[in-house]
């Protein structure tokens, strides 16, 4: 721990920053010549994915995630609960979807029995409800001071996330609050950033040159996209204060992560927010240059275990990028499919929460990838539709899902508030995204299927969790147990591997 101490008390020098964002602007510099040289085109689209989850004991109590569970493809998360997966990149074609799928399966198959042997259980779900056995409270709220140093002791134990944790507490000089509909909380720490989990859908774009046109379509499509995967209705019962659950009920939003996250950062810097648009591929190395500098590492501070393998030459833009929070990211740079020593340019898919099975989560990658290449190839006018009502549309899914006034643009060139034509076309061009890309309409049906059906079916994982929780308030259940009833039902469905729609009580 001792070393971990003095990384996070170097990380908060001055000369430190000064270093760092030396290195930075070096680096953004000879990236952005890259770019311009066309160094960052490569032969076709690509995929990847990272999904996180969280860990429950034989009760379904939040619990540790043991060491075994963690090998290539399975990493800490922000919390000691926390797992992350991540796919190795494939091509955009029907066999890249099969790849995907089957080394997701494979890396969760493996991170299950692992933690299965350790009496404990990996969930994939956007937020934990059933506390620990000392209360959510106090597991949020365990920190010690270290010679200067807060550790949040329920925190995983990299450098990064401490450090992470010290500068913005240092920056606000106090609690951090979060509030949501029922609970207003002060917290010591970031650390309830970790009730929440997601999925994050990798994008490579060939042509730098084209993907001004890929990014600012994609922004259009946040809240469309997000009112489908819903997933995190509720926190832990114990973290609420209120007298009429079943108002709670109607109040809360249907996504509470994108508040959780955007709180547990932004009172020090507003980082966690909807991108703006951009004009060129070059600018969103210049947006990463001017955003807030936070917990800098220099490279030659680490072992070589704990490293990136983001290439070493930017190395400390890349560790930049680790705390550039836009809904909707870049990431330029890296190595991509199948090309050697060649570089790319692709689109991270930020705000989607973990779903309930691989099938929906593999669902949701080909929805974002055959949306967004199929809006593109199309000439589209979606990118047409003004950013501030795009995020507003963003907004309006968080709090009510499907049920949210959504804004869309359409193939003719006319502004709608129909959520039957959004996603009528929607899913339109996602499908002729995907066949574009070759994939066998076996396998758009197989992971679109469930996914359009949510629409047809006007079902949501929140909406699933809410309805619910009011049957068995409509009981007689007092609220902590209704939620507990319905997660342990949740986790057992989600474990079957059937997607939402096909639960019974989801039609």
Not at 297 to 308: I, M, P, Q, Y
Not at 377 to 405: C, I, M, N
Request: net charge negative.
């Amino acid at each position: 721990m001792a070393d971990r101490i003095d990384l996070i008390k170097r990380s908060l020098r001055d000369a430190t920053r000064r270093e760092f964002d030396r290195r930075v602007d070096d680096q953004a510099a000879r990236l952005t010549d890259a770019v311009r040289a066309g160094r960052l085109d490569s032969p076709g689209f690509g995929l990847g994915l990272e999904v996180e989850a969280y860990v429950v004991d034989e009760a379904g109590r939040l619990a540790r995630a043991p060491d075994a569970v963690f090998g290539d493809r399975c990493d800490r998360e922000l919390g000691v609960h926390n797992v992350e997966f991540h796919t190795d990149p494939d091509p955009f074609d029907g066999e890249g979807i099969a790849a995907q799928a089957a080394e997701l399966r494979r890396c969760y198959r493996d991170a299950q029995r692992a933690a299965e042997s350790a009496g404990v259980e990996i969930v994939p779900d956007a937020m934990w409800t059933i506390p620990p056995p000392d209360g959510s409270r106090e597991y949020l709220a365990d920190v010690r001071d270290d010679d200067g140093v807060i550790l949040a002791e329920n925190m995983a134990p990299k450098p990064r996330y401490r450090a992470i944790d010290n500068a913005i507490s240092e920056r606000i000089d106090g609690p951090i609050t979060l509030s949501v509909p029922g609970s207003e909380h002060r917290f010591p720490s970031i650390l309830f950033e970790s009730l929440a989990s997601s999925i994050q859908p990798h994008v490579q774009i060939p042509a730098a040159e084209d993907f001004p046109f890929y990014y600012n379509t994609a922004i259009r499509t946040l809240g469309p996209v997000l009112a489908l995967a819903t997933n995190s209705p509720l926190l832990p019962p114990d973290l609420y204060d209120v007298d009429d659950p079943a108002r709670l009920l109607e109040e809360t939003y249907h996504e509470l992560r994108i508040p959780v996250f955007e709180q547990s950062i932004n009172r020090a810097w507003e980082k966690v927010r909807v991108p703006g648009d951009i004009g060129t591929a070059a600018e969103t190395v210049e947006r990463l240059v001017d955003d807030p500098t936070c917990a800098p590492f220099l490279r030659e501070w680490l072992h070589d275990d704990d490293r990136e393998t983001f290439p070493d030459r930017f190395w400390e833009l890349d560790h930049k990028r680790g705390t550039y929070w836009r809904w909707l990211r870049t990431v330029v740079g890296g190595q991509p499919v199948a090309e050697g020593d060649r570089w790319s340019i692709r689109i991270e898919y930020r705000p989607l929460p973990a779903q309930p099975t691989v099938t929906e989560t593999i669902g949701f990658q080909c929805l974002v990838a055959g949306l967004i290449c199929g809006l593109c190839a199309a000439d589209h006018p979606l990118a047409t539709l003004d950013r501030d009502a795009a995020e507003r549309s963003f907004y309006r899914a968080v709090e009510d899902g499907l049920d949210a006034d959504l804004v869309w643009v359409t193939a003719d060139g006319e502004r709608t508030g129909d959520r039957a034509v959004i996603y009528d076309e929607l899913f339109e061009f996602a499908r002729r995204g995907l066949r574009e890309r070759g994939v066998p309409p076996g396998t758009v049906e197989e992971y679109l299927g469930p996914i359009e059906a949510r629409w047809t079916e006007r079902t949501t994982p929140s909406r699933w969790k809410l309805d619910r929780v009011g049957d068995r308030l409509e009981a007689g259940e007092p609220f902590a147990d209704a939620v507990y009833e319905m997660q342990t039902e949740y986790v057992r469905r989600s474990g079957t591997g059937e997607p939402l729609v096909q639960w019974p009580e989801a039609r």
